[in-house]
């Protein structure tokens, strides 16, 4: 649960801090406007590779997990719960 927590928090900063830069750089002079498809651009652009880097750890992740316990291994050991069954006799 804290890290489901954590991850939010990172997230939502993520999404939070661009949009607070982005009222404070607004000025009080009014010939000092702001780009809007640009802002919207650079946010997109920030969370695209913020997903991309999450994908990238969790592909990475899963095919570790598929690579390590599959049946071929070398070092794969039965558990105790298989084996055990009326079929497997």
Known sequence: MKNIIGLFMVLSLLVILPTVEI?????D??????????????????MMTVAFVVGAV???????????????????????YEGTSELDR
């Open 58 to 80: 969790v592909s990475g992740t899963l095919i570790w997990l598929i690579w390590r316990f599959r049946e071929s291994h070398p070092k794969a050991t039965p558990t105790k």
């Open 23 to 27: 009222v404070f750089a607004a000025g």
């Open 29 to 46: 002079e009014p010939e000092q406007y702001i780009d809007r498809r640009v802002e919207i651009w650079n946010l997109f652009f920030r």
